[in-house]
């Protein structure tokens, strides 16, 4: 494919279409991450003890610098973040749910061998009592699976280079990407992004989760991540407050006409 052509297709409508789509997700993932945070410190300790607030700044850096990757069309690099947001995602929730210290730094030397270590197998020792009883464990295997998917993308591996040379051959060098590999990396990046919000929604008070959910009418928050069949599931798990029950079959319908991830 000649430049003309890439060219022609990075300004196409389908391609900022699709790139409106990222800058949808990296919205929603960081207005979230901020309205758990701002919930929780009122209580006056969670800004010190929680493990996973204190990441939020580490986990927006992420963010943000795959939105400034991916824009330059640096696929690969975005997965490598991807990854790492998966890793600290989980880690943070164990510390969360299973420290027996308050002060954050105590934290860090109780798990100091967890949070130097690559392994995420400690993921099967977390409880996600909003998932529970039909969908944790698939929840946990769909997160290993991405893992180790990203990990090829982390190490140099044969998969990650067959894939560059297959897109070179083509013409999509650094920077030329175009509409197909945006897309699958979007597609990389709901359900990252869906893992770690998951995560940090098993790592903070239950009314921090349905403050962000619930909208004081009882519909559901409008924002992207509201298609993850997980986020449907947290959802769900709210229809018990009074001003939604007038509207239960309306918000189950809606769950299940939106979901697509």
């Given at each position: 494919?000649?430049?003309?052509?890439?060219?022609?297709?990075?300004?196409?409508?389908?391609?900022?279409?699709?790139?409106?789509?990222?800058?949808?997700?990296?919205?929603?993932?960081?207005?979230?991450?901020?309205?758990?945070?701002?919930?929780?410190?009122?209580?006056?300790?969670?800004?010190?003890?929680?493990?996973?607030?204190?990441?939020?700044?580490?986990?927006?850096?992420?963010?943000?610098?795959?939105?400034?990757?991916?824009?330059?069309?640096?696929?690969?690099?975005?997965?490598?973040?991807?990854?790492?947001?998966?890793?600290?995602?989980?880690?943070?929730?164990?510390?969360?749910?299973?420290?027996?210290?308050?002060?954050?730094?105590?934290?860090?030397?109780?798990?100091?061998?967890?949070?130097?270590?690559?392994?995420?197998?400690?993921?099967?020792?977390?409880?996600?009592?909003y998932l529970k009883p039909d969908?944790?464990?698939?929840?946990?295997t769909e997160v290993k699976r991405?893992?180790?998917?990203?990990?090829?993308?982390?190490?140099?591996?044969?998969?990650?280079?067959?894939?560059?040379?297959?897109?070179?051959?083509?013409?999509?060098?650094?920077?030329?990407?175009?509409?197909?590999?945006?897309?699958?990396?979007?597609?990389?990046?709901?359900?990252?992004?869906?893992?770690?919000?998951?995560?940090?929604?098993?790592?903070?008070?239950?009314?921090?989760?349905?403050?962000?959910?619930?909208?004081?009418?009882?519909?559901?928050?409008?924002?992207?991540?509201?298609?993850?069949?997980?986020?449907?599931?947290?959802?769900?798990?709210?229809?018990?407050?009074?001003?939604?029950?007038?509207?239960?079959?309306?918000?189950?319908?809606?769950?299940?006409?939106?979901?697509?991830?």
């Open positions: 494919m000649d430049k003309i052509k890439i060219d022609e297709e990075l300004n196409s409508d389908a391609y900022k279409d699709e790139w409106h789509r990222f800058i949808e997700m990296r919205k929603s993932i960081t207005y979230c991450l901020s309205f758990c945070y701002m919930n929780s410190v009122r209580d006056g300790v969670s800004g010190e003890q929680n493990f996973f607030l204190r990441m939020i700044d580490d986990i927006t850096q992420s963010v943000i610098s795959i939105e400034i990757i991916a824009k330059q069309g640096i696929v690969n690099t975005c997965r490598r973040e991807l990854r790492y947001l998966i890793e600290l995602s989980i880690k943070s929730c164990l510390i969360v749910n299973n420290t027996t210290k308050q002060i954050f730094e105590e934290q860090i030397d109780e798990y100091e061998k967890l949070l130097n270590s690559s392994n995420i197998n400690p993921i099967n020792s977390l409880s996600f009592g969908y944790e464990d698939e929840f946990k991405l893992y180790g998917y990203l990990c090829k993308y982390s190490h140099s591996s044969s998969h990650q280079i067959l894939e560059r040379l297959a897109r070179a051959e083509m013409g999509r060098t650094i920077g030329f990407e175009g509409l197909q590999e945006l897309k699958e990396l979007n597609n990389d990046i709901e359900r990252v992004f869906a893992v770690v919000l998951v995560m940090i929604f098993h790592s903070v008070a239950q009314y921090v989760i349905g403050d962000f959910m619930v909208e004081p009418n009882g519909e559901t928050v409008s924002w992207y991540f509201s298609k993850s069949r997980y986020i449907n599931i947290i959802d769900q798990q709210f229809d018990y407050k009074h001003e939604r029950q007038s509207i239960l079959s309306k918000l189950k319908a809606e769950r299940l006409e939106r979901v697509s991830f």
